[in-house]
């Protein structure tokens, strides 16, 4: 049973750049959220997607940017990056057959490490 | 205030104790509560739900909810060095949505 897969691992990038990150949920899940991680922090929420569409945004910038494709595949995208983004990124997947309340279970992928200079 | 907070650390403990993890959350509709570890540099793995007041045990953990007192907590009972880690209380009030604590650092010392 293949679980959430991520990548890349990890990325470096200048300020100003853009960059894109890849997500592929565990087998049988449909719902994708993506949340930023900084030193010493938890998680914090992106967005998430489901039926291609983003469905909820926690208070992040429009610099920051999703997309679902029909597999449930997702992609985040930054845009004119920060110093403050540097982070990890984390993709969390959930849904298939879990029924009530256990359908919230979410899993995370590995993470993707960008750095910005 | 923080949505989810969490007791500050580090937690130590020696090896064969129990280990006590306290969450407190502000959002009353909350619904879905979770326990994730997170070992340094990797992401995290969720070990316990709880969904009801009460107690839910799986092995050596016990996960405890009273939503009256808006309080979730974490036991690990004979704590083991690889328990070692960064625990992080996630909240749901809607579906998919999880709020997260700063996470406490536990120490298990041989």
């Known amino acids: 049973d293949a679980g959430v897969t991520q990548s890349p691992t990890h990325l470096i990038k200048t300020r100003g750049q853009q960059v894109t990150l890849r997500c592929s949920p565990k087998s049988g899940h449909d719902t994708v959220?993506?949340?930023?991680?900084?030193?010493?922090?938890?998680?914090?929420f992106i967005f998430q997607y489901?039926?291609?569409?983003?469905?909820?945004?926690?208070?992040?910038?429009?610099?920051?940017?999703?997309?679902?494709?029909?597999?449930?595949s997702s992609e985040l995208n930054v845009n004119a990056l920060l110093l403050g983004d540097s982070a990890l990124y984390l993709c969390a997947s959930r849904g298939g057959l879990a029924g009530g309340l256990s359908y919230n279970e979410q899993f995370f992928g590995?993470?993707?490490r960008l750095t910005v200079l | 205030q923080k949505e989810v907070e969490q007791n500050s650390g580090p937690l130590s403990v020696p090896?064969?104790?129990?280990?006590?993890?306290?969450?407190?959350?502000?959002?009353?509709?909350?619904?879905?509560?979770?326990?994730?570890?997170?070992?340094?540099?990797?992401?995290?793995?969720?070990?316990?739900?709880?969904?009801s007041n009460g107690d839910k045990e799986d092995g050596r953990f016990t996960a405890q909810l009273n939503?009256?007192?808006?309080?979730?907590?974490?036991?690990?009972?004979?704590?083991?060095?690889?328990?070692?880690?960064?625990?992080?209380?996630?909240?749901?009030?809607?579906?998919?949505?999880?709020t997260f604590g700063d996470g406490t650092t536990l120490t298990v010392k041989p």
Not at chain 2, 23 to 33: A, E, I, L, P
């Open chain 1, 33 to 44: 959220s993506w949340y930023q991680q900084a030193l010493g922090q938890g998680p914090q």
């Open chain 1, 50 to 72: 489901y039926e291609e569409e983003e469905r909820q945004r926690g208070n992040f910038p429009d610099r920051f940017s999703g997309h679902q494709f029909p597999n449930y």
């Open chain 1, 110 to 112: 590995p993470g993707t």
């Open chain 2, 15 to 51: 090896e064969g104790a129990i280990a006590s993890l306290n969450c407190t959350y502000s959002d009353r509709v909350s619904q879905s509560f979770f326990w994730y570890r997170q070992y340094s540099g990797k992401s995290p793995e969720l070990i316990m739900s709880i969904y």
């Open chain 2, 67 to 98: 939503k009256a007192s808006q309080y979730v907590s974490l036991l690990i009972r004979d704590s083991q060095p690889s328990d070692s880690a960064t625990y992080l209380c996630a909240v749901n009030a809607n579906a998919g949505k999880s």
